[in-house]
């Protein structure tokens, strides 16, 4: 058995520093990179792609809206060329460190309002895997299963990673419980771990009210920013290992 | 006796979180508040300002190069007409959370680059306080004694505070050991009260190769962002305290 | 009889140039001036605020979402507090320009996406008007008559100014003709003139199919941007100018 | 005989349009990108690079200094790590639509303030042909014959094309007659196409005070965003063509 863990890294921008990434990158094998709108300064894009590199992890493109101010987390209306071309601008400038550096970009995650967005409209999420395809066709598309952004990713024909969390809880349908509502973030580590080895084991989750519902993942994401994160993805990893299930990112196919 | 503390606030954007705005403003007497073009997106502006307004610090501006990937940090070769309209902007755009706040603007203290360069060319030093001039002659202008940046508060008739660190070395010169040189930092915070002890009490300074000299202060500088900055603020603030030496913003002249 | 000619300035960024700002500026009365956010550096703004002082026109402030790619005509999902903050920002930065040319801002007129946002949506309307009533109370707010932002303007307590087009055609319901639909816009200058006109002298405006509605309005707005703008102001002016009609910005109640 | 014309093209930002992209494209046979630091914004870009495939024009990066504001025109005290990451972003990013196009990117010549001091500081323009260097090295660089860009490309092992100037004068010492001299722009259409062609046909060039000296060049710069840009270029092309002198790109060699 085997499993990709990943994590949003390189979002530090000028002087703020956001999540933990030389700590974390050796424990997850596929970072979703930063591109510049959201966070990520040129510096912080270089310093991150060399320690992906560094630790074998794959490189993912997280491209986002570009809202520096807004950390990329609010809607913007852009039609679908805008998003097109935001996507295309944001996939060139990561691919550019990544090959300097001598590697190859594996996959691309959007990101926050962007991800959320194309998860449920097909027109954005058909528009940002437009720019992936003409740019890469061997790039692996992270999201939510049976999502818009995967349903487009088939029509495509783009690969696609279906991404479970560790640390968020499932209602029946198969959503994430709103973070507006009581017990939508899993601060315990117990939970968590016992969370991921379901879904590796058994391709099911237990939703917030003891159904139990299939969740097929091929990547876990684990949060690089929380207060917990480094005690967490050390859990994970540690009883992923001992079980025998390997923690790995998904090939491509060039 | 007295002597004002300020500390650089305000600097996180988006995500990034800068230094330890909510624990340190109880301590400090002065807030030079980032204006947005290095740092301080407009809801960090909002923030700081009530947190400064809340604990009765002075609220000072803090303008910078607009240099957001560079925080700052790098000098700009903007002639005098754009560094005048550089400050203003962001002056304004201060001064509205003051006065929204229902407070007023005290003081302003040029950030990283354009402090270093105001010391030294009379041109931009004398841009920077034009700006100020125009914009509300009772501001302080906070700066290293004897610099450019003073010698045009004088010409141009600002009030201006002397600026000394607790926590930088100083040469026979009465200049700033460069960073790059061994002993610039004071690491020990016993040393670091000591000189901020020294300089308010006796006006002198023990220079790194202990000659004696002059250094009359009218404000000390505490750095929010580093790892001891707390630490060195508190112990600093109950050595003045237990000496009888008030802690205050300078008064400004209406 | 009065009327206000209103015109969207200082939009140009870097070296793009946007408008024809020196050649209107005499032609109108009042000056809606970008701050930053979708257009208009420092030395615009500033350029642009000396050029209306010369002319006397009244100095309004232009605020926009942040997104200067976009030219402000995206729409973003911006919280309440989020508008607050962003719009008190740019009032500020332009005021302070004002005030340092020895003026007083006059007006506020929402930008582009953010202008269409608030004429239906009362939340973001009154987060724009808060900005505006604890920046400066007496301050005018320009817009679409019978709208949300008009609506916020009685409720907060702010003077407002209703807000007709010179080139653009109506529907029976008092709404502009979509951009998207023929005869949006009004191209004949005659046509234009005789709108403004009626407007002006009858309160009322034809619509499209000919139906009479009333359309009390307080300023008309002119486009700067269009390749007949000088044209169309000139015939404007001149033929209200003739009529007896004074061309001046409202007054402000402090 | 041959030569190329190059012209800086993808200016254009949010709203504010630069120079006359659309009717110089036919005319030239190198379109140097800006690549959004300076101008340029996603869509910009996308729209520049079509029209540059369209008529076969060679594409080049036009990195830039981050300086949006100031267009580039503003000399920064980046480090080299800092210009190498800045260059190498921009790289990639505009790679990514002339890849996404189904063509290859041909040439970089830095921009603006970036281009002047890579022209005499060697640290800079190592820094910044280290990025194409690491980005792909069949790259052109563009730039002046002998200058510090010119000897870091013979050193790093890139192809080099010497740029001279249609409308520029020169010094007895080969360099361009400052701008803030009299006779640095060569208005005359006339004397600006006899210049190119003695550049072409005899490698020499007349100096302002009359002296003949050498001046090979592989590539001659037109300014799109003058006045009589179109007027100039015309002329020039159509001189070259009745010479039988051929406009092309100069080759890469892959």
Redesign the interface.
């Known amino acids: 058995m085997v499993i990709d863990i990943n994590c949003d890294m390189g979002?530090?921008?000028?002087?703020?520093?956001?999540g933990n990434d030389a700590k974390l990158m050796p424990l997850v094998s596929s970072a979703n990179i930063a591109c510049?709108f959201?966070?990520g300064?040129?510096?912080t894009?270089?310093q991150t792609i060399r320690l992906a590199q560094q630790y074998n992890v794959a490189i993912g493109a997280h491209p986002s809206y570009?809202?520096?101010?807004?950390?990329g987390?609010?809607?913007?209306?852009?039609n679908p060329?805008?998003i097109?071309?935001?996507v295309?601008?944001?996939?060139?400038?990561?691919?550019?460190?990544t090959?300097?550096g001598g590697g190859k970009l594996h996959h691309v995650k959007p990101h926050g309002?962007l991800y959320n967005r194309a998860a449920k409209d097909p027109e954005q999420a058909e528009a940002i895997l437009h720019?992936v395809y003409?740019?890469d066709k061997t790039l692996q598309v992270y999201g939510p299963a049976g999502s818009e952004l995967h349903i487009a990713a088939l029509k495509i024909g783009l690969g696609f990673c279906r991404e479970a969390f560790a640390d968020r809880s499932y209602q029946p349908d198969g959503s994430l419980t709103p973070r507006s509502q009581p017990g939508a973030l899993i601060k315990d580590v117990v939970l968590a771990v016992q969370q991921v080895v379901q879904i590796v084991e058994t391709g099911t989750v237990t939703t917030q009210d003891g159904t139990v519902i299939p969740m097929q993942a091929d990547t876990i994401c684990i949060h690089g920013?929380g207060l917990y994160a480094l005690e967490f993805t050390n859990a994970i990893r540690n009883t992923l290992t001992e079980k025998g299930i390997a923690i790995q990112a998904p090939p491509v196919f060039a």
């Open positions: 979002e530090s921008y000028g002087a703020g520093m956001i510049g959201h966070g300064d040129p510096g894009l270089h570009p809202d520096l101010a807004g950390f987390r609010r809607e913007m209306q852009l060329q805008e097109y071309d935001n295309l601008y944001q996939l060139g400038a990561l691919e550019a460190f090959r300097a309002a720019a003409y740019f920013d």
